[in-house]
């Protein structure tokens, strides 16, 4: 059954910094991997989606890779704003070749101006 | 514009009683999915379907049940059996793609007192 990690937990930093979150799996023969965030009460919204077949995505001061073959993945964001302040989840498809997405717990983060 | 409808937003029942959360999809996406939220735990997968008529249990099933009537509806009713039915739950949809992304529904906070 395909486990999905994500760390740090939480993440506290001053605005400017840059980022990276942390998510690894245990089953590398996935079709993609999507990266979401998620506001207090809110639903998730869609940030990337890699393909197996990428290495990376990008998309404004987001950038996620994806190395299969080690079963991670990282979310780097650049120069974060109070804005960014969210959670953050990973999701890739249950083993099996399933299309059922599994979600690992989620990075809490905060940015303080 | 195309999305995901949840309905209602809050919604308060008394111990016992069921009740049914509405999830409509007006993007062609064949699968749908139910998910729960508690803090802390990540998002658990209820329930899910790939094609009307047909609907399968995910990790937590017990205590709900689903219909898939038709290709935009996806109602999920908690049931009396359902021992801590208290969550935030989410609706998601996508199309049967490796390269689909998934989009979600704002969500339905349920409180059962």
């Known amino acids: 059954k395909q486990e999905v990690t994500q760390i740090p937990a939480a993440l506290s930093v001053p605005e400017g910094e840059n980022l990276v979150l942390n998510c690894s799996f245990t089953?590398?023969?996935?079709?993609?991997l999507q990266w979401f965030r998620q506001d207090p009460g809110k639903g998730l919204t869609s940030l990337l989606l890699?393909?197996?077949?990428?290495r990376e995505q990008t998309s404004g001061r987001l950038n996620a890779s994806l190395d299969k073959s080690s079963g991670r993945s990282t979310l780097y964001i650049a120069a974060s704003q109070p804005g960014d302040s969210a959670t953050y989840l990973c999701?890739?498809?249950?083993?099996?070749?399933?299309?059922?997405?599994?979600f690992g717990r989620g990075t809490s983060l905060i940015v303080h101006p | 514009d195309g999305g995901i409808t949840q309905s209602p937003k809050y919604l308060f029942r008394k111990e016992g009683q069921n009740v049914t959360l509405s999830c409509e999809q007006n993007?062609?996406?064949?699968?749908m999915y139910w998910y729960r939220q508690d803090p802390g735990q990540g998002l658990r997968l209820i329930y899910y379907?790939?094609?009307?008529?047909?609907?399968q249990k995910g990790d937590i099933a017990e205590g709900y049940s689903v219909s898939r009537e038709k290709k935009e509806s996806f109602p999920l009713t908690v049931t009396s059996a359902q021992k801590n039915p208290t969550a935030f739950y989410l609706c998601?949809?996508?199309?049967?793609?490796?390269?689909?992304?998934?989009?979600f529904g704002n969500g339905t906070r349920l409180t059962v007192t």
């Open positions: 998601a949809s996508s199309m049967l793609q490796g390269n689909s992304p998934l989009h």
């Open positions: 089953d590398s023969a996935i079709y993609n």
């Open positions: 890699i393909q197996s077949s990428q």
């Open positions: 999701a890739v498809p249950t083993s099996g070749g399933s299309y059922i997405p599994t």
């Open positions: 993007l062609n996406h064949d699968a």
């Open positions: 379907s790939q094609i009307v008529n047909d609907f």
